[in-house]
């Protein structure tokens, strides 16, 4: 069992994904926390993050190591804890360009489908380009949506008035740009994904509508 949930930023992926594998038993991947703990071991090795060629020359050194466990997400860089750093904005503002950059694609793709071959019962990977590029063949495609100024409400709450809802979505929508602007594998809903709005659903009501799907797909193989 093979759960793909992409979407923009805010949608609620991390929180849909942890909550449906928690249900159904199975592992899980954020794939975003690696582009992310890629990009901070760029910026912390003085790596100019604009300079496409600099970041693929660099992107075979930091070894990036994934929980799957829904219960307790965990990422190292190097054999290092990154959950924390990987959240700040200056990571998140310099993400989308070293995530752009084919070779860092090539070998975080090689990692997330190592992951998904091994995990026991089955996973759910959340990202950008699951159901298009990574696992096109996952049982079930998961595509959430949510408008701008819902994601920016969200995001801006977790960032406990750190920046500004205004400035969170600015950030937001210029990040869903170049994520779905970029040439290799960009954000994109595959043909055979069902999408979901998010904006006007709880959290309860889009994993019920998850594992509702799932449980079709189980019952018809
Ligand atoms: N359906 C929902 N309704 C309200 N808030 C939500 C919903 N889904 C997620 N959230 C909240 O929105 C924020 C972003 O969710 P998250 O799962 O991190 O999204 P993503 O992984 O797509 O960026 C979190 O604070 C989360 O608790
Ligand atoms: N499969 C993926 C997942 C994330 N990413 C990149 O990683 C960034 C951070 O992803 P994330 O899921 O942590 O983003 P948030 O939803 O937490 O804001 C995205 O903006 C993309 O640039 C990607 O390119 N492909």
Redo the contacts with the bound molecule.
């Keep these: 069992m093979i759960v793909a949930i992409d979407?923009?930023?805010?949608?609620?992926?991390?929180?849909?994904?942890?909550a449906v594998a928690s249900r159904l038993g199975l592992s899980y991947l954020?794939t975003?926390a690696q582009y992310r703990a890629i990009t901070w071991w760029m910026l912390a090795n003085g790596v100019d993050v604009d300079d496409a060629a600099a970041v693929a020359d660099q992107a075979g050194k930091p070894a990036i190591v994934s929980g799957t466990d829904p219960a307790a997400p965990a990422i190292t860089v190097d054999g290092v804890d990154a959950s924390g750093p990987i959240r700040t904005q200056e990571v998140t503002a310099a993400v989308s360009a070293v995530s752009a950059v084919p070779e860092v694609r090539t070998r975080m793709v090689e990692i997330q489908r190592a992951c998904a071959a091994a995990a026991p019962a089955g996973i759910v990977v959340?990202g950008r380009d699951i159901g298009t590029t990574v696992l096109p063949d996952a049982t079930v495609k998961i595509y959430?949506t949510?408008s701008a100024e819902?994601?920016a409400a969200?995001?801006s709450?977790?960032l406990k008035g750190a920046q500004s809802v205004a400035d969170t979505q600015a950030a937001l929508v210029r990040r869903d740009a170049a994520d779905s602007g970029r040439k290799t594998s960009p954000l994109a809903k595959a043909d055979d994904a069902v999408e979901v709005d998010?904006s006007e659903?709880?959290?309860?009501?889009?994993v019920e509508q998850v594992v509702a799907l799932v449980g079709e797909k189980r019952a018809a193989r």
């Design positions: 979407g923009p930023s805010g949608t609620g992926k991390s929180s849909t994904s942890r954020d975003g959340e959430l949510a819902v994601r969200r995001r709450g977790e998010t659903l709880t959290l309860d009501q889009v």
